[in-house]
């Protein structure tokens, strides 16, 4: 008898075995009640400057101990957080922001205006995201006092607050914002509702965050990123355990209190043990999608790109990355699933369990003559693989001459570049996701949901009615106007085809039942609020 990882999980782990707990934990001079909160969290934390690194990891330390000026509240919307007060000009070209009370660095001076015009220099300064968007319109950014600040653009830019709270704008001190874009702000000293205890740090084993006493958090409730950052426990320890079974092992045993991302191996364990529970934070997970190569045949007809979209059944491919049903779902909307901005527009194509039929019949009308297809296989990421292999054989099953290639991820990184044929090198597809949130937000989003052709992101698909529709998300000012926008964008898109959806996968977090009070926000993990019995 074949004996299965998840059986050993089930009979080991799942019966409450004692594996061994690391070093690491043992050796924690950690006070062991219930002002303390030990976590595991996804990765190791390498980068600690959020503007050189947008790792999750990197931001979740930066959500810590830094604050941000707006921010977005669990509907979405944005929110002042360290802005008390703020208006436009009527011509809407001047924003003039008044910094609230209580706000103080760690080391026991102020936060400033110059401190903010600096920060948001530095923002602007990062490549990706909105920043060099808003850079394209801004005039000055200058300080007027102490507490206030001035934005000033060049023509009106109706989203500017959308942007200011969506892109996690990290405040810091004027001489850490300062420094090159390209050089990390490694002081760790922020204003947020925690200090990093750098003294306790063990880079490779462990992280230390006490709570900032001298933090004035808003008045109003936690929602989202927004409201009241208080914070209920004296001290967050983040352990590195790169050992799955040892991480849940340790929950198991009270040495830890979380896991960002429990294996969903493990699920049954978490679920059958009366101390533990599984707990999805982030409800809109991450969506899985193909790119295809648009330079190259057969995916240079558009038809081909359709017969893709026909082909998929969403069901069976998000089931590669998790098993559980209760944790996938099918997104069919350009904008995903959890967005204002989602719709049903142009979404006929949508069949459940695919359409191979379909399929079949757009191949043989893009001409399709028994071309090579290369799909991009990472080795190293399980669902990715896995999903790889499942597309290379739905292809097959229609006619078509797919072969997987594979690599590590870093292979796939290097080969998506190449723009030539499959004979040199080139691809045809590969698959890979982001976060369900960032697909309703067209300027995050902005590179791979892009149609600029040969100066976009990997696989250059080209629609000039698609772009010129883009770049009027930037002045839309009402969400009704940007909602009637958004189903525009999506009927073009479905009709040439950018990407193609895989399905959704939602991850929950494993935690001891007396953690309690965990904020949900799409892709990060709040400290703020949490406390234990």
Request: proline share 5%; net charge neutral; hydrophobic share 40%.
């Amino acid at each position: 008898m074949t004996i299965s990882r998840r059986d050993l999980i089930k009979v080991g782990v799942g019966a409450g075995a004692a594996l061994s707990i690391p070093s690491v934990l043992r050796a924690q001079t950690v006070p062991a009640d219930a002002r303390t909160v030990r976590m595991v969290m996804s990765g190791d934390l390498r980068a600690v400057d959020p503007y050189v690194s947008g790792a999750n990891i990197t931001v979740n330390h930066a959500l810590g101990i830094y604050d941000t000026l707006f921010a977005m509240d669990s509907k979405f919307m944005p929110q002042p957080q360290m802005v008390g007060q703020w208006g436009v000009s009527d011509d809407k070209k001047t924003y003039t922001f008044e910094l609230r009370d209580g706000l103080g660095w760690h080391d026991g001076t102020p936060v400033t205006a110059a401190d903010c015009v600096a920060s948001i220099r530095r923002w602007i300064r990062t490549p990706g995201g909105a920043g060099p968007l808003v850079m394209d319109r801004a005039k000055d950014i200058s300080k007027k006092d102490e507490r206030t600040f001035i934005i000033e653009l060049k023509e009106p830019l109706g989203l500017l607050i959308e942007i200011l709270a969506a892109q996690h704008i990290f405040i810091m001190r004027e001489k850490d914002a300062s420094l090159p874009v390209t050089e990390q702000a490694t002081a760790n000293i922020g204003s947020g509702p925690f200090k990093f205890n750098q003294a306790l740090a063990m880079p490779g084993a462990s992280f230390t965050y006490d709570r900032n006493e001298h933090y004035v958090p808003r008045s109003e409730s936690p929602d989202g990123f927004t409201g009241g950052k208080v914070v209920k426990v004296d001290r967050v320890v983040w352990n590195n355990v790169a050992d799955q079974q040892t991480a849940l092992a340790a929950l198991q045993a009270g040495e830890v209190d979380f896991l960002e991302a429990p294996p969903p191996d493990f699920y049954p364990a978490i679920e059958s043990d009366p101390n533990l529970e599984l707990q999805v934070l982030n409800k809109g997970g991450v969506d899985m999608f193909l790119r295809m190569n648009a330079l190259q045949k057969p995916f240079d007809n558009v038809k081909a790109r359709q017969a893709m979209l026909n082909l998929i059944d969403q069901e069976a491919f998000s089931h590669t990355a998790s098993p559980d049903p209760r944790y996938t779902r099918t997104v069919v909307s350009r904008f995903g699933n959890s967005s204002i901005y989602s719709n049903d527009e142009n979404t006929g194509w949508f069949k459940k369990g695919g359409d191979q039929e379909k399929a079949k019949q757009l191949f043989k009308e893009a001409g399709y003559a028994g071309e090579k297809v290369v799909i991009l296989q990472p080795s190293n990421v399980e669902s990715i693989s896995n999903a790889s292999q499942l597309l290379a054989a739905a292809l097959r099953k229609i006619g078509v001459n797919a072969e997987l290639a594979p690599s590590d991820w870093g292979g796939v990184v290097a080969r998506r570049a190449n723009k030539g044929p499959v004979e040199s090198g080139g691809w045809s597809i590969f698959i890979t996701d982001a976060s369900d949130f960032s697909f309703g937000d067209p300027i995050v989003s902005s590179s791979y949901l892009a149609a600029n052709g040969v100066e976009g992101w990997f696989g250059w698909v080209k629609n000039d009615e698609y772009q010129a529709l883009l770049a009027k998300w930037l002045d839309v000012e009402t969400i009704e106007e940007r909602k009637a926008l958004a189903r525009k964008m999506q009927q073009l898109w479905w009709d040439f085809v950018g990407i193609v959806f895989l399905g959704q996968v939602v991850s929950p977090i494993a935690r001891r039942k007396t953690l309690t009070g965990l904020i949900g926000v799409p892709d990060y993990v709040p400290m703020w609020n949490m406390q234990k019995a």
